[in-house]
């Protein structure tokens, strides 16, 4: 499929595409034109860096973890890892779960106060200043 088919099924932009082709994120092929080829498992892909995008994680992070999450947990297999990827994970890891903590207090804070209003009823309706036959507030 062309570049803008893959563009509107995942919401992206062509442009989009091309920066995540351009950071390793993507890989299509190429059609005799030269024109950019993307297969279904593009769309999954692409959809997928969207959602991590949206997590917080950086592009740099994210090309190196890709293949960890193509592949069933019980068939990974690591060669070649750095200390600097561990300690970008470990840090990534800390970041999201202190984000995910700040997210849960403030989802059950906004609950709570939901039930707060819900169990007080309607608010009494703001009551218009009495005015005078003119229209003049009196």
Same mark, same amino acid.
């Given at each position: 499929?062309?570049?803008?088919?893959v563009?509107?099924?995942?919401?992206t932009?062509?442009?989009?595409?091309?920066y995540?082709?351009?950071?390793?994120?993507?890989a299509?092929?190429?059609?005799?034109?030269?024109?950019?080829?993307?297969?279904?498992?593009?769309?999954?892909?692409?959809?997928?860096? %969207?959602?991590?995008? #949206?997590?917080?994680?950086? $592009? *740099?992070?994210?090309?190196? /973890?890709?293949p960890? !999450?193509?592949t069933? &947990?019980?068939?990974?297999?690591?060669?070649?890892?750095?200390?600097?990827?561990?300690?970008?994970?470990?840090?990534?890891?800390? %970041?999201?779960?202190? #984000?995910?903590?700040?997210? $849960? *207090?403030?989802?059950?804070? /906004?609950?709570?106060? !939901?039930?707060?209003? &819900?169990?007080?009823?309607?608010?009494?309706?703001e009551?218009?200043?009495?005015?005078?036959?003119?229209?003049?507030a009196?």
């Open positions: 499929m062309r570049i803008g088919e563009a509107r099924r995942t919401e932009t062509p442009r989009l595409l091309r995540y082709e351009a950071q390793g994120l993507i299509p092929g190429r059609a005799e034109n030269g024109y950019r080829e993307y297969d279904e498992d593009t769309v999954g892909r692409v959809r997928q860096v %969207r959602e991590l995008l #949206r997590a917080g994680l950086p $592009t *740099r992070l994210i090309v190196r /973890i890709l960890c !999450l193509s069933p &947990r019980e068939n990974v297999r690591f060669s070649g890892v750095t200390p600097e990827t561990v300690a970008l994970l470990e840090e990534e890891h800390a %970041r999201l779960s202190a #984000r995910i903590e700040c997210l $849960t *207090r403030n989802r059950e804070a /906004i609950g709570a106060y !939901l039930t707060a209003m &819900r169990e007080a009823g309607p608010a009494p309706a009551r218009a200043p009495d005015r005078e036959p003119d229209g003049a009196r």
